[in-house]
């Protein structure tokens, strides 16, 4: 019990977990889990005797390696990185030799097979039916040396798809620029100088420190005059992991050895392409159905966004006196027009979202929806910043636990994300195992003593991570492998998320986020009926945007044959539209999601969801009524029993069908966005 990796009595012990007790740690657990195998293997197909013997062993692996892998993403160090990378081969290896396992495959088909599975209950069906079919995609059935080859496919892509992640990561935290002259800086925000300011300080330099981390970067984009500046730092940051930096950052190789290796894996399994492939888990049934609802949202956004550009170019050219819209010019010009045509910006909304009145607000929305509360507990924590809250019932009892880790810092990979620490689960000894999961941000941390101030974009952020969060922690199947967020179709993953964010335009909800830094006044009903006029300013653009990605990406997923990713990404920006960009820019480099996250031919999964979370808020708006209270506690409850509470031991379609009382509909999403 020395090395806190081999700790499962409680909560992880980040504060004590070293690289040193990485590898003696997975040691013993893989020690533990193959001689478990091993038994498990002539075990009789039962319940008792087959499937829960291995879920006590893998949980206990899982937890261990992912307390190691989240800790390589939020506090990484060169010795943390060196010892999880040497280590990503043993474990890709050993779930690769599991995936192939004939006589544990044998084992689920029997118990398949066993007089007492027809009275099994729904989630341990599930489980079976997804064991069965997660074998078969693993190579179980294939043939010695193609298994063989399927091994080293899976062992050198999870080689591949780390570095990938570490490059973008590196390439980030390498770029920095000190400027001494203020009026270079003309037009920033004095939250952003302050924290530029003490950026310098740390490095014992004088002026103003700007990195390519997004609480940096961004406010330079839409608030920086000096055009210069903007170009300089758009050059930075679209050429990240590119042939443009350090050699050892460029992403450009691995993306052609991934492609090609998925697209290898994917033929040895029987599939034409990794797409269709990746759709075998999913809601969708293949690629040209996907691709057709991509494409049918991209005609319908296409007219807005031309439009949005339209303006954007008169005015550069009739304000600003710009030859040219430029790439490094649409942030800057677009917060321009907005500030204009709604007579607002978004810093002035900015000064009424303090974090602490955000937080506070949030969670006081979750106890109106599902009749909970948070609370402020201890917990051994990986970074000072970092808080861990109990989530309780009415009557105290504990539901599960969340850490919240939002600010932005070196050594941090950028985006957001939730995932799970542990899972709810009945116990040997009767009791409960409760989930604990956890948020990760990249917000603009408070400087000189005041809260962190975040934009409004942050606050969708906070609630859509939160929206997962709860996904996991408001569970009640008690079968791991099924509760929460494990085994949802990942293109109704975002469901719940999504959902979440309809909450952050709401006039009911808004006052309780809000609370002026400086006055203490809650959001006024004159600026937050300007940013409701303003809340689809520009959306055929970002919508645009989205389908961008999620066309490239499956497109890219569905080619079998080497391509040139280049020509492929600007193919599809002119097929919807989209001005292309200067040569230079290199975004599929940086493209983590589907190089080194869990969306590779997946990304379109955030707009298939999004139909379905549009489609469930619009249950809340028509339970509302001329009333406006969207915060009805039926519909909260029912939300929470059909889609939140059943996680993924019945089909998404089947869980949506049950909350909605029929299939989805696609015009509140249209609706929503302003395309309808």
């Not at 040895?268 to 494409?295: C, H, I, N, W």
């Not at 956004?301 to 010019?329: I, S, T």
């Not at 009911?508 to 203490?520: E, K, R, Y």
């Amino acid at each position: 019990m020395t090395n806190p990796l081999l700790d499962f009595s409680g909560l992880p012990r980040y504060d004590a977990i070293r690289p040193e007790h990485v590898t003696p740690a997975l040691d013993a657990l893989l020690q533990d889990t193959e001689a478990a195998i091993k038994i498990a293997e002539t075990a009789p197909p039962q319940w008792d005797t087959f499937v829960t013997p291995l879920e006590d062993v893998m949980e206990r692996l899982g937890r261990a390696w992912g307390a190691v892998a989240h800790l390589e993403s939020v506090v990484n160090t060169p010795e943390l990185r060196e010892v999880y990378n040497a280590n990503i081969p043993r474990i890709s290896n050993f779930f690769t030799e599991l995936g192939q396992n004939e006589q544990l495959y044998a084992g689920w088909k029997a118990l398949a097979a066993s007089p007492g599975y027809a009275d099994y209950p729904q989630p341990r069906k599930a489980i079976v039916e997804h064991a069965l079919r997660d074998f078969k995609l693993s190579g179980a059935e294939l043939p010695p040396e193609q298994k063989e080859r399927f091994k080293e496919i899976e062992e050198r892509l999870s080689e591949l798809t780390t570095r990938f992640a570490q490059n973008v990561l590196d390439a980030t935290d390498a770029w920095s620029r000190h400027v001494t002259d203020a009026a270079e800086l003309q037009g920033l925000p004095e939250d952003w100088l302050a924290a530029a300011r003490a950026a310098a300080e740390v490095d014992g330099q004088p002026g103003w420190k700007i990195t390519l981390k997004m609480p940096s970067y961004l406010p330079v984009m839409q608030f920086a005059e000096n055009r210069a500046l903007r170009e300089a730092l758009y050059h930075a940051y679209v050429t990240r992991a590119s042939e443009f930096g350090a050699a050892q950052w460029d992403n450009t190789t691995l993306i052609g050895e991934i492609h090609a290796l998925r697209q290898e894996a994917s033929r040895l399994l029987g599939f034409t392409s990794y797409s269709q492939k990746s759709l075998a888990t999913k809601m969708a049934d293949s690629p040209d159905e996907v691709l057709g609802f991509l494409r049918d949202l991209a005609t319908r956004a296409k007219p807005h966004m031309l439009a949005d550009r339209a303006q954007m170019e008169r005015y550069a050219q009739e304000q600003l006196g710009y030859d040219q819209l430029q790439a490094w010019d649409v942030a800057f010009v677009s917060e321009r027009i907005r500030e204009e045509q709604y007579a607002f910006s978004e810093q002035e909304v900015k000064q009424y979202f303090t974090e602490p009145t955000v937080l506070s607000g949030l969670f006081g929305l979750v106890e109106r929806l599902y009749n909970l509360h948070f609370v402020a507990a201890e917990a051994p924590l990986w970074h000072p910043d970092v808080r861990f809250y109990r989530l309780e019932n009415a009557d105290g009892s504990e539901v599960g636990g969340l850490y919240l880790d939002l600010y932005a810092r070196e050594g941090k990979q950028g985006g957001a994300w939730m995932n799970d620490v542990r899972s709810r689960r009945r116990l040997a000894d009767g009791s409960r195992q409760t989930p604990v999961a956890l948020i990760v941000c990249n917000f603009a941390k408070g400087v000189e003593g005041r809260p962190a101030l975040l934009p409004h974009d942050d606050v969708i952020t906070l609630f859509h991570e939160t929206g997962h969060a709860l996904h996991h922690l408001l569970t009640e199947v008690d079968e791991p492998a099924v509760g929460g967020i494990a085994s949802v179709e990942w293109d109704a993953v975002e469901l719940p998320s999504q959902f979440m964010e309809n909450f952050c335009w709401e006039w009911q909800v808004l006052p309780q986020l809000t609370h002026h830094v400086q006055t203490g006044e809650r959001l006024p009903r004159a600026l937050f009926d300007k940013m409701l006029a303003a809340k689809n300013f520009q959306s055929g653009s970002g919508f645009q945007r989205q389908l961008y990605f999620s066309i490239f990406d499956m497109a890219l997923h569905g080619q079998v044959e080497a391509l040139a990713v280049q020509p492929l990404a600007e193919e599809i920006q002119h097929e919807l539209g989209i001005p292309l960009p200067p040569a230079y820019n290199r975004f599929p480099q940086s493209f983590t999601h589907i190089f080194a996250g869990g969306y590779a031919a997946g990304y379109y999964s955030y707009k298939w969801a999004e139909v379905l979370s549009a489609d469930a808020y619009a249950a809340f708006e028509e339970a509302a009524g001329p009333s406006g209270n969207v915060l009805d506690p039926e519909v909260g409850a029912r939300f929470r029993r059909e889609i939140l509470a059943v996680g993924g031991s019945r089909p998404a379609a089947e869980s949506f069908a049950a909350f909605r009382g029929r299939p989805p509909r696609i015009d509140a999403l249209l609706r929503h966005n302003g395309l309808a």
